[in-house]
């Protein structure tokens, strides 16, 4: 998947999920994404609500497959590219899965982000080591070129991580863009080719 594939992949399943659920638009790393209108917005959060009482993972993907947003979006890609935001929306979805052990809630902590962020919370006591397998970042490999053609300092570049062994930056989506980024980090990455779980620290 290429790092702008990535970045659009992102921006929809954010938008579809994490924002409906949340209410408010979160970080998204086009600078002129616009979400579905209000309508669908209220159609999407009665799928999901449903997918939260229910668990019905088939069923609530065929929906937000067929929501309006998605099937605009998605007709313009082939079949590879499908597969690989299917793949990255249940990703999201998964966040909501009663056996997940986490899910999402509003941050208001960072002001850069308005009062208007997101965080992932534990649902379930983790214990050290476990690994957290439905939380998971996806990877996306940056050249020079597009460092400078996708991202904008201190608006976008909110989830890019140096990779010291590869010598070069790195996108990291997904709902693992969703953990505690500060000074004293509470997780650990276990890369696995072009995602990583995340790793209670032992």
């Given at each position: 998947m290429t790092a702008?594939?990535?970045?659009?992949?992102?921006?929809?399943?954010?938008?579809?999920?994490?924002?409906?659920?949340?209410?408010?638009?979160?970080h998204k790393m086009s600078l002129s994404y616009e979400p579905p209108d209000a309508r669908e917005r209220r159609k999407l959060k009665k799928v999901l609500k449903a997918y939260i009482r229910e668990q019905n993972l088939s069923n609530t993907m065929a929906k937000l497959l067929r929501a309006p947003c998605v099937?605009?979006?998605?007709?313009?890609?082939?079949?590879?590219?499908?597969?690989?935001?299917?793949?990255?929306?249940?990703?999201?979805?998964?966040?909501?899965?009663?056996n997940a052990g986490f899910t999402i809630h509003r941050c208001t902590r960072y002001k850069a982000e308005k009062r208007h962020g997101a965080m992932l919370v534990v649902t379930k006591p983790w214990r050290k080591g476990d690994v957290i397998e439905s939380l998971v970042g996806v990877i996306g490999e940056l050249s020079a070129d597009e460092e400078l053609h996708l991202l904008r300092k201190d608006v976008n570049d909110f989830s890019v991580m140096y990779s010291t062994r590869k010598k070069r930056a790195q996108l990291w989506?997904?709902?693992?863009?969703?953990?505690?980024?500060?000074?004293?980090?509470?997780?650990?990455?276990?890369?696995?080719g072009p995602t990583a779980v995340i790793q209670v620290p032992s």
């Open positions: 702008q594939e990535l970045c659009d992949n992102d921006d929809l399943a954010t938008s579809v999920i994490v924002d409906t659920m949340l209410g408010f638009k979160t099937c605009s979006f998605m007709c313009q890609l082939d079949m590879r590219q499908q597969i690989n935001f299917r793949d990255h929306l249940l990703r999201f979805l998964q966040m909501f899965d009663a989506l997904g709902p693992g863009a969703y953990i505690n980024h500060d000074c004293r980090p509470n997780c650990t990455f276990v890369a696995n």
